[in-house]
């Protein structure tokens, strides 16, 4: 059974690059699927951020596609996440997600990881 | 990018009740839509896709329907593990970004 599990620091401040790892076990990233971010700011709804397939091209939401990288590293079976010049509307959980295509439902979601945005 | 309006925003209801939550896109979207339940501190987890197909492990008092602009998922029966905060998913591969309702919470009457 596939496990999604986020890390990265807690904490990151105004203007600086928030950086997180998805660490994924039960399924080798290379055999397939889409694998991505979404996130969510205490008590409001969730955001697409952008997903990756193994070997391909990354899609990003528009509003953060000039700040947005996502990347594999398929030797560590890990997905990353760098969100530059952060404010503080970039507080949130931020969720590590797998689909079956780069448009799809989600199937599986990592458990989150709360990232504040702080002076 | 293509809007999802849910409503209501907030629904109170007691055990055994039939309850329907609405979700309205701002185009046309087919049948790419899916549900989720998320639960306090918890991940969403994933109730049905493609607008009526219910996921494994998924209780059958669980349905949803629509096609186009407006969807309904509906729950028969109301357990008490039911009450919690659902969303709808828009994944249209024509729309440039995925987006998601702002969520129905539903809470004991």
């Known amino acids: 059974q596939v496990q999604l599990q986020e890390s990265g620091p807690g904490l990151v401040k105004f203007s600086e690059t928030l950086s997180l790892t998805c660490a994924v076990s039960g399924h080798s990233i290379s055999s397939g699927y889409y694998w991505g971010w979404v996130r969510q700011p205490p008590n409001k709804g969730l955001e697409w951020i952008g997903n990756?397939?193994?070997?391909?091209?990354?899609y990003y939401n528009p509003s953060l596609e000039r700040r947005v990288t996502i990347s594999v590293d398929t030797s560590r079976n890990q997905v990353s996440l760098k969100l530059n010049s952060v404010t503080a509307t970039d507080t949130a959980v931020y969720y590590c997600?797998?689909?079956?295509?780069?448009?799809?439902?989600?199937?599986?979601w990592g458990q989150g990881t709360l990232v504040t945005a702080s002076s | 990018d293509i809007q999802m309006t849910q409503s209501p925003s907030t629904l109170s209801a007691s055990v055994g009740d039939r309850i329907s939550i609405t979700c309205r896109a701002s185009q046309s979207i087919s049948t790419w839509l899916a549900w989720y339940q998320q639960k306090p501190g918890k991940a969403p987890k994933i109730l049905i896709y493609k607008a009526s197909t219910l996921a494994s492990g998924v209780p059958s008092r669980f349905s949803g329907s629509g096609s186009g602009t407006e969807f309904t998922l509906s729950i028969s029966s109301l357990q008490p593990e039911d009450f919690a905060t659902y969303y709808c998913?828009?994944?249209?591969?024509?729309?440039?970004?995925?987006?998601f309702g702002g969520g129905t919470k539903v809470d004991v009457k």
């Open positions: 997600v797998r689909s079956a295509r780069q448009s799809d439902w989600v199937d599986n």
């Open positions: 990756i397939y193994h070997n391909g091209l990354p």
């Open positions: 998913h828009q994944y249209d591969s024509h729309s440039p970004s995925l987006t």
